[in-house]
């Protein structure tokens, strides 16, 4: 029986190398009048070479001389039909070189929005499958304090009324709130605290604050205290704390270098 196959490539066989087309790697003028066509205002600078792309098909560059694209280069691809003797214009790109001016990477505007970013008038939205959040008639991290029975009763009612929250914090967004606060200034982890007469667990302006979290943070009532009105770690602290008193303030004042208090002897109405 004769084999019908041709004979098997070599596996180390390479790609055979395009042969750079002489008359339209010789077209600069043509190349360089399309690019200043299309250029506009990023104005078209030396040709910087010619790159065989395939079997009569060439493309020249020329530099971009625009100051706000460094390092780009207009793209200008000519090709030639068989037997022609004038090619023509295929293609005009402005692109990037190696070192050219790129503007940084897309971020979307979910990752880089930030809560400074958040003004009057503002929508913040949730993702829907945002891990930090649960369904609301799971309870939250409250739904363990109740007895089971009667806690499928009440999210039976609640989902069937469309009653409470929609959602509330699960555990993983519980745990992240927590390590954010105590990393920020209510933290125990600041000069505040390392300097404060006694932890906010024992201040009469700390409120606690309800389930988990309270545990751990709470919150401050001072209005002389820098975190007033601000959740703050049990073992946070500052100088406004509620067993600071009156005589703690007091110390020994040196002489003023000039009085301007003391008055002269006799009566102030003479």
């Not at 897309?106 to 930090?132: F, H, K, Y």
């Not at 770690?233 to 600071?244: K, L, P, Q, T």
Request: proline residues 7%; glycine residues 10%.
């Amino acid at each position: 029986m004769t084999d019908m196959a041709g004979p098997s490539e070599p596996a180390n066989r390479r790609p055979t190398r395009v042969k750079l087309d002489a008359v339209t790697a010789a077209a600069v003028d043509l190349a360089r009048e399309a690019a200043l066509a299309s250029s506009g205002t990023h104005a078209v600078g030396e040709h910087l070479g010619v790159i065989a792309e395939a079997d009569r098909v060439v493309t020249h560059l020329f530099d971009c001389t625009h100051p706000g694209y460094r390092g780009w280069r207009w793209n200008v691809t000519l090709v030639r039909a068989a037997r022609a003797k004038v090619p023509t214009v295929n293609e005009v790109a402005l692109m990037p070189g190696e070192d050219a001016l790129l503007a940084p990477s897309w971020v979307p505007w979910s990752e880089r929005i930030s809560a400074e970013d958040v003004t009057p008038g503002m929508l913040m939205p949730t993702p829907a499958e945002d891990e930090r959040l649960e369904p609301g008639y799971t309870g939250g991290d409250r739904a363990a304090d109740r007895d089971p029975a009667e806690a499928a009763q009440t999210r039976a009612v609640v989902a069937e009324l469309g009653l409470g929250r929609e959602r509330v914090l699960s555990a993983y967004g519980r745990g992240e709130t927590a390590e954010r606060w105590l990393a920020g200034d209510g933290g125990p982890h600041n000069q505040m605290t390392k300097q404060a007469p006694g932890p906010c667990v024992t201040c009469g302006y700390f409120i606690r604050l309800e389930g988990s979290l309270g545990t751990i943070f709470g919150v401050c009532a001072n209005e002389m205290s820098p975190s007033d009105g601000t959740v703050v770690a049990v073992d946070h602290g500052c100088g406004a704390h509620s067993d600071v008193t009156v005589d703690d303030h007091a110390a020994d004042r040196s002489a003023p270098i000039w009085d301007t208090i003391s008055v002269s002897e006799g009566s102030l109405f003479d």
